[in-house]
């Protein structure tokens, strides 16, 4: 990468930038200061300039104006004075006489305006007047009425800062600029700019730090947050711990998610392996027992043929059964399950399935029954899919309950508001190593009759995200020769 392009030679020339446009608009906004307040102090200075050159001169005697004193007063002005110009002016403001060598006056006319203010003594200084001299430029002045305020036939108007004062002052002020100012303004902008520069570059530094850490998680395969170390215990944390902080979670969950995709990964791998053995097998013996009808059709008597479709029929049903929890499981995963809340008393639910396992419990001499003291409770949730959990359970208690051993379901309420629903059996148990692995799909007890029943080890993974996608909670409680407990929570209604 150019080191124009990166993030501190942009900041660089971005505070050269400012620093250009701050000492642009200081100097301007100095100077234009500086003339304001010398304007000020010279008008305020010079008030009565105007006033005390008539009575000095005796430019008014006996209530009248002395034309020759007033010329004269202007040719000693011009020789002893130069910094300021002094103008006769008639009430409209029009010139009359003047102090300025001939030809340099460009004016006929000034304000009156102007002059009536100063006059009145309300206006704020500084108070500028037309420049006879130009016809675009106005200055500072004192000007008092002739021959007096009471019976004005004219004024005498005074311009404080004439062409020639103006001339030196801006040779002084460029080279007092030049001098004195400039170096001043430049070694602060310098410093200013080293300093800007140094803490950029600590900011800067501690970004690319943290682009490294970005890096190195990339590079280990999103598999190791452990090199983002969250440190809390600075005080005065900024924008950048901030940012530290929050890529470090940002880095944990990403590597969480990325081991279970990978997790994912393998179980999906697992799933094809078990979905093709699983498939592989009713399909298999199915194409057997028909492939001998077909080859030995003569040969066989009827109840051969019939004990063979039979077993043909019985393996496509469990080829269908399986078919159809693989695609319920699919779509329970994908969310594409549209929940239905309603309020229903969960008690005539259980009676329900219960009847519908009563023949299948009475062929294997198991005894089903609800508890005595089951309580008659409401819940909300979706009723289809809460059969769907019972029938699960009371079908996967039946296959590891032997015959003679009973199984019972309970409901309760708990002090969370909500109902416990719980199949209890009395079949073999489940192994503590295995408690966690039930609910995952395609695992099978360790029962050997589960091979062959047709079930593929996705009725209890099933359950499990219908409980999920009520938000609620499934848990198993078993040991070894002593039975199994799986219960549910459902929020009460």
């Given at each position: 990468?150019?080191?124009?392009?990166?993030?501190?030679?942009?900041?660089?020339?971005?505070?050269?930038?400012?620093?250009?446009?701050?000492?642009?608009?200081?100097?301007?906004?100095?100077?234009?200061?500086?003339?304001?307040?010398?304007?000020?102090?010279?008008?305020?200075?010079?008030?009565?300039?105007?006033?005390?050159?008539?009575?000095?001169?005796?430019?008014?005697?006996?209530?009248?104006?002395?034309?020759?004193?007033?010329?004269?007063?202007?040719?000693?002005?011009?020789?002893?004075?130069?910094?300021?110009?002094?103008?006769?002016?008639?009430?409209?403001?029009?010139?009359?006489?003047?102090?300025?060598?001939?030809?340099?006056?460009?004016?006929?006319?000034?304000?009156?305006?102007?002059?009536?203010?100063?006059?009145?003594?309300?206006?704020?200084?500084?108070?500028?007047?037309?420049?006879?001299?130009?016809?675009?430029?106005?200055?500072?002045?004192?000007?008092?009425?002739?021959?007096?305020?009471?019976?004005?036939?004219?004024?005498?108007?005074?311009?404080?800062?004439?062409?020639?004062?103006?001339?030196?002052?801006?040779?002084?002020?460029?080279?007092?600029?030049?001098?004195?100012?400039?170096?001043?303004?430049?070694?602060?902008?310098?410093?200013?700019?080293?300093?800007?520069?140094?803490?950029?570059?600590?900011?800067?530094?501690?970004?690319?730090?943290?682009?490294?850490?970005?890096?190195?998680?990339?590079?280990?395969?999103?598999?190791?947050?452990?090199?983002?170390?969250?440190?809390?215990?600075?005080?005065?944390?900024?924008?950048?711990?901030?940012?530290?902080?929050?890529?470090?979670?940002?880095?944990?969950?990403?590597?969480?998610?990325?081991?279970?995709?990978?997790?994912?990964?393998?179980?999906?791998?697992?799933?094809?392996?078990?979905?093709?053995?699983?498939?592989?097998?009713?399909?298999?013996?199915?194409?057997?027992?028909?492939?001998?009808?077909?080859?030995?059709?003569?040969?066989?008597?009827?109840?051969?043929?019939?004990?063979?479709?039979?077993?043909?029929?019985?393996?496509?049903?469990?080829?269908?059964?399986?078919?159809?929890?693989?695609?319920?499981?699919?779509?329970?995963?994908?969310?594409?399950?549209?929940?239905?809340?309603?309020?229903?008393?969960?008690?005539?639910?259980?009676?329900?399935?219960?009847?519908?396992?009563?023949?299948?419990?009475?062929?294997?001499?198991?005894?089903?029954?609800?508890?005595?003291?089951?309580?008659?409770?409401?819940?909300?949730?979706?009723?289809?899919?809460?059969?769907?959990?019972?029938?699960?359970?009371?079908?996967?208690?039946?296959?590891?309950?032997?015959?003679?051993?009973?199984?019972?379901?309970?409901?309760?309420?708990?002090?969370?508001?909500?109902?416990?629903?719980?199949?209890?059996?009395?079949?073999?148990?489940?192994?503590?190593?295995?408690?966690?692995?039930?609910?995952?799909?395609?695992?099978?007890?360790?029962?050997?009759?589960?091979?062959?029943?047709?079930?593929?080890?996705l009725g209890l993974a099933i359950v499990k995200k219908i409980i999920e996608l009520h938000q609620q909670n499934i848990e198993v409680e078993s040991q070894p020769g002593m039975g199994a407990r799986f219960s549910f929570?459902?929020?009460?209604?």
């Amino acid at each position: 990468m150019s080191w124009t392009r990166t993030l501190y030679a942009r900041l660089a020339i971005g505070l050269i930038v400012i620093l250009l446009s701050v000492g642009a608009i200081y100097t301007v906004s100095v100077v234009y200061l500086a003339r304001q307040w010398q304007q000020t102090a010279t008008q305020d200075l010079n008030r009565n300039l105007a006033r005390n050159l008539v009575a000095d001169k005796r430019i008014v005697s006996d209530g009248k104006i002395d034309i020759d004193a007033m010329k004269k007063t202007f040719m000693d002005y011009m020789t002893i004075n130069p910094s300021i110009e002094i103008y006769y002016l008639d009430l409209d403001g029009k010139i009359l006489s003047y102090s300025a060598e001939p030809g340099k006056v460009k004016r006929e006319h000034v304000a009156i305006e102007p002059i009536r203010q100063f006059l009145s003594g309300t206006a704020m200084l500084p108070l500028l007047g037309d420049d006879p001299r130009a016809h675009d430029r106005q200055k500072t002045f004192s000007v008092t009425p002739l021959p007096d305020a009471d019976n004005p036939e004219g004024y005498l108007y005074v311009v404080l800062r004439g062409e020639d004062l103006n001339a030196a002052e801006q040779a002084q002020t460029l080279q007092f600029v030049l001098a004195v100012a400039t170096p001043g303004l430049i070694g602060s902008l310098l410093l200013g700019f080293i300093i800007g520069l140094l803490i950029f570059r600590h900011l800067s530094l501690r970004l690319r730090a943290l682009a490294t850490r970005v890096s190195a998680f990339a590079d280990s395969g999103y598999q190791q947050p452990a090199t983002l170390i969250e440190n809390d215990s600075r005080p005065n944390r900024d924008e950048i711990d901030e940012l530290e902080k929050e890529f470090a979670q940002m880095s944990r969950h990403i590597a969480s998610q990325w081991s279970a995709l990978k997790q994912q990964d393998k179980l999906r791998r697992e799933m094809i392996a078990s979905i093709s053995h699983d498939l592989r097998t009713p399909l298999a013996s199915a194409r057997g027992y028909l492939e001998t009808i077909a080859l030995k059709k003569d040969s066989l008597d009827e109840a051969d043929k019939a004990r063979y479709l039979d077993i043909a029929i019985k393996q496509t049903n469990r080829l269908q059964t399986l078919i159809d929890q693989l695609f319920e499981l699919v779509k329970l995963e994908a969310r594409d399950t549209e929940l239905h809340f309603e309020n229903f008393p969960v008690l005539e639910l259980v009676y329900d399935v219960v009847g519908k396992f009563s023949l299948k419990a009475q062929q294997k001499n198991v005894n089903l029954a609800i508890d005595r003291d089951a309580s008659d409770s409401h819940v909300v949730a979706d009723i289809g899919l809460i059969e769907r959990v019972l029938d699960n359970l009371i079908d996967n208690a039946l296959e590891h309950t032997p015959e003679g051993h009973a199984i019972w379901i309970e409901v309760h309420e708990n002090h969370n508001k909500q109902v416990v629903i719980s199949v209890n059996d009395e079949g073999e148990g489940i192994p503590k190593n295995q408690q966690q692995l039930i609910f995952e799909r395609f695992h099978r007890a360790n029962n050997p009759q589960r091979s062959s029943s047709g079930h593929a080890g996705l009725g209890l993974a099933i359950v499990k995200k219908i409980i999920e996608l009520h938000q609620q909670n499934i848990e198993v409680e078993s040991q070894p020769g002593m039975g199994a407990r799986f219960s549910f929570t459902l929020p009460a209604g």
